[in-house]
Each structure stands twice: as C-alpha cells, then as structure tokens.
C-alpha cells in the first residue's frame, strides 16, 4: 500500500513472495525425509517414528493447499490492470488478507515443526 492506495500488482507481489517461501518450506521437508533415511542405520539418531512423518505428509499437504489456493487468486487477479487501485473494503483485498492470515499460521507451524525435527534429526 502506497500514500493509502492498495494496487493489484502489490497484492501480486506478497503472492509470488508467498509462493516462494511454500515452495522453500516443501523443499525443507524433503529435505528432512531424505535426512531421515540416512539415519536409519545410525546408531546414535533415532529416525522418525510413523506419526511424524505422518505429519510431515499433512504438513506438506496444507503448504500444497495453500500454494494452489494462492495460485487460484492471482488468476482471478490477472483479469484486471495491475494499477488497478482497490481500497481495504475491496473483495479482492479481503480475500488476500485472509490468505496474508493463513500464511503467517502455516509459517509458525512450519518453522516450528522444522527445528524440532532438525534437533531429532542432527548430530
């Protein structure tokens, strides 16, 4: 938002910064599943039970939800001028905070999760 003006290429923005950062969370919880393969035959790390990875598989579910919810909103977005000024009361505006929420809550979830099971998973 500049000067109070809210425009549709700012929305687009925070979506391709978002679409990023879900992209780098999936890639880290690859990252931990090929971790936890090579510490199967280790004797001093436990690799992780059926539960966690079963949570990781929802997890990387949700992140896939989200990224696919966000693509869903920058194609209706596409349709209109990106100058376009839209103020706080706009639909479009509310649907993104809604999402700007949802991706605040998957991040904490996220980094949260992740250093745990980096600590499990670490030397």
């Known amino acids: 938002m500049k000067g109070g003006k809210i425009n549709l290429i700012d929305l687009d923005f925070e979506y391709k910064m978002w679409k990023n950062r879900l992209n780098l ?35 990387s ?35 993104h905070e809604v999402l700007r929420k949802k991706m605040q809550d998957i991040s904490k979830v996220h980094l949260y999760r992740v250093a745990d099971l980096i600590k499990a998973l670490g030397i």
Do not use: A, C, G, W
């Open 61 to 95: 579910e949700q992140l896939r939800k989200l990224s696919n919810r966000i693509k869903v909103q920058e194609n209706e977005l596409q349709f209109y001028n990106k100058d376009f000024p839209i103020t706080q009361d706009h639909q479009y505006f509310k649907e």
């Open 25 to 59: 969370f999936v890639k880290e919880i690859e990252i931990l599943k090929n971790r936890n393969e090579e510490v199967k035959d280790e004797q001093y790390i436990s690799e992780l039970n059926t539960v966690e990875l079963m949570v990781l598989d929802e997890h």
